[in-house]
């Protein structure tokens, strides 16, 4: 049989190189080697980010982009495993219509991406397209913001949290949570509060963790963050913490009664309601994609409990953990066709946002990225044979089209003939 090509000055490569989980009988990498040099000896790199705490400008650590993007086809690698025949199962393996497989380079943040694959546009179920739709929003999110603010007016952050056990349902859980929410936007002492506050609109987030790994484990844990547009009118000097203080013990009151009678129970005094400041809705908005760090929503690596994508982490780092897929299954069919953002109406078009569907933002391209290179079907083949797509995506950031080249070289399938002997 003849040797699989592994070229000879394809000794250094970016350490940050990594394929995702292999099919043995199928994996072909063995002239790909992660050696923390330079690719073809070029001193060619990605652009690292910092990490800033938008509060104190404190530099958190060093954002690697390229490294976390590998990371996430290999969780999407994961979630596939658990969603047969779902989009999510297709997403970036399937070449859409008519169109070519391009490989393209951000200008600006010296990323690459792929062109002219299929996505899912899933935020819930792909860790890939989450990501990319993650940090699309929050971009919006933040325009919003910055036009509110340069108004007069100014955005805090509520945060509403219900009671939940270990043994409840996810579905059911959301379907009582959605009643009280309905129940407390329509009371007359929120509205009045509201009103006080000078809100004009607002946006609202859906996230959820899960509680398996802690002491108490109280389950699936479902909670909406609402940013609150407020304070126009003359109404900015109100928002003292005192009467923060009165504000949310008034409303905590509505929310307290509207989970009651929505067969929740009540919540806690301190964890049921919580109604902060700006400088609290920033930095939650900060961290709303950071594309690299996957720290938004249920794509965030959650400091008590897991979110879905840690579900993913869990069972990549241990096949024996048979609860993380089914966890993980769960969440992602019946989160499937749910909103993750929420904006009141009229508000997009008050701060002129564009309306585009997920699936839209999932499929846009960078406005300042250039095209490396075209890949044939044949060695597309190759790449998922390989496991190759972050792969492809790493080597044309660090290296260069040139690098490309030698590495789909490199996982070329043998002819058959030659396999037979």
Not at 136 to 151: D, F, G, L, V, Y
Not at 166 to 172: A, E, I, K
Not at 207 to 219: D, M
Request: aromatic share 8%; net charge positive.
């Amino acid at each position: 049989m003849a040797e699989s090509f592994a070229p000879q000055n394809l000794a250094k490569y970016p350490s940050h190189v990594s394929a995702e989980p292999a099919r043995p009988q199928l994996a072909r990498t063995d002239g790909l080697r992660a050696s923390g040099a330079d690719s073809l000896g070029t001193n060619a790199k990605y652009k690292n980010r910092a990490q800033i705490d938008p509060e104190t400008g404190e530099i958190l650590g060093i954002v690697d982009p390229m490294g976390s993007r590998v990371q996430r086809f290999i969780l999407q690698a994961v979630a596939r495993k658990f969603l047969p025949k779902t989009r999510t199962d297709k997403c970036l393996m399937l070449r859409q219509k008519g169109k070519d497989i391009e490989v393209w380079k951000s200008k600006e943040f010296k990323t690459a991406s792929y062109a002219g694959l299929q996505t899912c546009g899933s935020v819930w179920a792909c860790p890939v397209c989450a990501a990319k739709i993650a940090e699309r929003r929050r971009a919006e999110i933040q325009a919003a913001m910055a036009a509110h603010q340069a108004a007069g007016g100014c955005v805090n952050m509520l945060t509403l949290t219900c009671p939940h056990q270990r043994t409840d349902n996810l579905g059911d859980l959301l379907a009582k949570q959605a009643k009280a929410l309905n129940a407390f936007w329509s009371d007359r002492v929120a509205k009045v509060v509201f009103d006080e506050m000078g809100n004009i609109g607002q946006i609202r987030a859906l996230e959820v963790t899960h509680g398996r790994l802690s002491p108490s484990n109280n389950g699936w844990h479902p909670h909406y963050h609402v940013l609150q547009f407020g304070g126009l009118n003359g109404r900015l000097s109100a928002f003292n913490p005192p009467q923060m203080h009165e504000w949310q013990s008034r409303l905590y009151a509505v929310w307290a009664r509207c989970c009651v009678r929505a067969g929740l129970g009540e919540p806690s005094a301190a964890h049921g309601l919580k109604l902060d400041d700006g400088s609290k809705a920033a930095k939650y908005v900060s961290k709303w994609g950071l594309e690299d760090e996957m720290t938004k929503g249920h794509t965030k690596k959650a400091l008590h409990g897991e979110t879905p994508f840690d579900f993913l982490r869990s069972y990549l780092a241990d096949k024996e953990d048979k609860q993380a897929g089914a966890l993980f299954k769960e969440f992602a069919e019946t989160f499937k066709g749910k909103r993750q953002l929420h904006w009141s109406k009229g508000l997009k078009k008050r701060y002129a946002i564009g309306e585009k569907t997920d699936e839209e933002v999932s499929q846009e391209q960078d406005d300042q990225a250039r095209l490396l290179g075209s890949i044939t079907l044949e060695q597309w083949r190759d790449v998922l044979a390989a496991n190759g797509r972050g792969n492809v995506l790493s080597l044309a950031a660090s290296g260069g089209w040139e690098v490309v080249l030698i590495y789909l070289t490199s996982i070329k399938r043998l002819p058959k003939i030659e396999l037979l002997v």
